[in-house]
């Protein structure tokens, strides 16, 4: 099975990871995170929440300003990575938002609003109607400022609890498409179901909506299957794929960066980044956040390449030249993993 189409890697690490960390990153440290993301290829970063702390303002205008920089030197990934902002659907918000990423490159504002009857009745305290006028609004907002330089992301949030009021949701997202926005993001806020609720949710809306609207996925690993639902998600529709380092995020995290980049290409999808360099990326992003790996983690793991049983060392010894191994997903180096199989024993 090959798709052609390519897939649009937007990290969050800078944004959603970070805020869910302990102790989160100064600027000095968010820049080197920075960095790693544009080692790696990504093709989209949101790099922090301008208007929730003068820091994150600062942080996200500097990493816009440097981009700017990169690409004046001649760095082809800054020329053309997409530095985006969020931002509450709040006048205010979107103001700060964009006056912190108008330097890059190509600046993005993301705006959201929930969409589902929980949160629209008990956290917005709004009703359908209103939600529908204060996103119209708000995205048009961000499109008066961005301009042909930038463009909108608008989320419907909680969309993965949209079950019940799709008809809703889809009016609402033509509504902010025909108001400014490019690109549509579909989170699964908080992971409740099975997968194919939810991919069978991002197929209706990608056939709702203009094709040359890009549809974009956005998992929390609530149930350990964010993943699961992100690759998927691909599959029907969705282009662009919110992931993280490490997996980092709030709760039990965000659909990590990684697991999302292999499955891909162990599928046949040119995923565009440096797969090389996601074992290094992930050892210092452990480092630098102070979360561990779990020594069983897909491909990063200490314990992902060792064998203790012994049908399984017998097929592991018996395919360890080859690039495919009878109990291994993929041929490590792929990822700057320098050994493939190890085998252990029992005490």
Known sequence: MTETRKPFFYDVTLRDGNQALPKPWNNAQKKDVYLLLLKLGVQGAEVGFPASSEMDFESVMELAKLTAQMAEEGDETAKNVVVSGLARCIESDIQRCWEAVQYAPHPRIHTFLATSPLSMENVLRMTPEQVKERAVRCVKLAK???????DVEFSAEHFGDCLQNMDFVIDVLKAVVEAGATTINLPNTVERYRPKLYVDQVKQVYEALPKNITISVHCHNDLGMATAATV????VGATQLEVALNGLGERCGNTNFYEVAIGLHNSG???GLH????????????????VPIYIRAPLIGTEAIVHRSGIHQDGASKTKDMKKGAYRPIDYSIIGRNQNDTLSFTR
């Open 144 to 150: 008066s400022l961005v301009g042909d330089k930038g």
């Open 232 to 235: 998927e998600s691909f599959f």
């Open 275 to 290: 797969l090389e360099r996601i074992y290094e990326t992930a050892i210092l992003i452990s480092h630098w956040s102070g």
């Open 269 to 271: 999808v040119e995923t």
